[in-house]
């Protein structure tokens, strides 16, 4: 059975630092350790130590395989969406990135596809840098759960997500940002509770703003198995019915009727959760994802899926099929022999 983790994070293995080449702001960089792993820097604070696994494309290959796992779709880190700074920088780095993950991609087709970052700021620099990343072989967009504290139903940003539905690119969107991180770092709140309830934000976000409704050639998957949106979506659906002057003043469809409108991935840590999700969903709208190589993901990328009572076609939806829908592609296109010299063999797990 084929087997796609389509929630995976990768950096270039060389980041220079971007404030010295724009002369300002706390862009993410890179510092080698003796022990092969590397610090990201957030200006002159650490950010993280991160391994060889979150650049290394042989080094994650052998990982994956380790859990039957044949493809990664990769996406950079959230940190780097960099909404902050000026929107043309912006781009250079978005540049840099979407290059970085294409050129994996070309060296490794039957391992990897890729999904870019743009510059959400400024919709002209976004929509330029989306056409580019149509251009350079990427699947789709990874974008923010917000924009710089803007909700993504802010009409400045509908021509990005008119020009996603437009070029048939698909658009992941992740927490990043976290609502209530100053007054809640202690015990890891902000990634426990706020990412969460920012992808059920983004997802309110787009059916009220009535965002979905009007594009529904959109293909969007929300990270995190949806946040909170789903396990709250009877308190979201009752806030619509009983003040819809606060909250269908944009679009009065019942925001249940979007359920499986949209994708998320299985990343829930929980068969009585992802069985909710399921049954909300249906196995056609949920796909296999781990966040590798991150321990809060799923770094055993699916197996508890393996040990619940799922049918055949429930698991292989989840694992691939789901996945190859929302990304626009067939299936055959991991069936034969690739040209890469670096190609590994996809269905040795088959």
């Not at 400045?156 to 658009?171: K, Q, W, Y």
């Amino acid at each position: 059975m084929l087997k796609i983790d389509m929630h995976s994070h990768i950096l270039p293995e060389k980041l220079p630092n971007f404030a010295d080449k724009f002369g300002y702001g706390e862009f993410i960089h890179l510092i080698s350790n003796n022990d092969g792993s590397a610090n990201m820097m957030q200006g002159e604070k650490f950010f993280r130590k991160i391994e060889s696994n979150c650049w290394n494309p042989e080094v994650r290959i052998k990982e994956y395989q380790n859990f039957d796992t044949q493809v990664q779709v990769v996406c950079t880190i959230p940190v780097m969406f960099s909404y902050w700074a000026k929107a043309k920088d912006c781009r250079q780095l978005s540049e840099f990135l979407n290059d970085d993950i294409a050129e994996l991609c070309n060296n490794y087709p039957q391992n990897y596809l890729g999904l870019g970052t743009i510059p959400m700021q400024d919709a002209d620099e976004a929509i330029k840098e989306l056409q580019r990343c149509k251009e350079i072989g990427l699947l789709g967009v990874q974008i923010g759960s917000n924009i710089n504290d803007k909700n993504l139903s802010e009409p400045e940003f509908f021509p990005i997500f008119e020009a996603c539905a437009e070029l048939g690119m698909a658009v992941m969107i992740h927490p990043w940002n976290m609502m209530g991180m100053d007054s809640m770092r202690k015990y890891w709140l902000p990634w426990l509770v706020g990412m969460p309830a920012e992808t059920s934000r983004a997802a309110c976000s787009l059916i009220f703003g009535g965002v979905l409704e009007k594009l529904p050639a959109l293909r969007v998957c929300f990270s995190h198995a949806g946040g909170s949106f789903l396990p709250t979506l009877g308190r979201v659906e009752h806030g619509f019915n009983c003040r819809p002057d606060l909250v269908a003043i944009h679009n009065n469809i019942n925001p249940r009727s979007y359920v499986g409108d949209f994708w998320v991935d299985c990343i829930t840590h929980d068969p009585k959760m992802l069985q909710y999700i399921l049954d909300l969903q249906g196995s056609k709208k949920v796909c296999l994802g781990s966040d590798y190589p991150f321990p809060l993901g799923d770094l055993e990328i699916g197996e508890f899926i393996n040990q619940m009572d799922l049918s055949t076609n429930t698991v292989e939806d989840i694992f691939c099929n789901s996945t190859l829908e929302w990304l626009n592609i067939d299936k055959s296109r991991f069936m034969g022999n690739g040209n890469s010299k670096n190609q590994q063999s996809i269905y040795k797990n088959s």
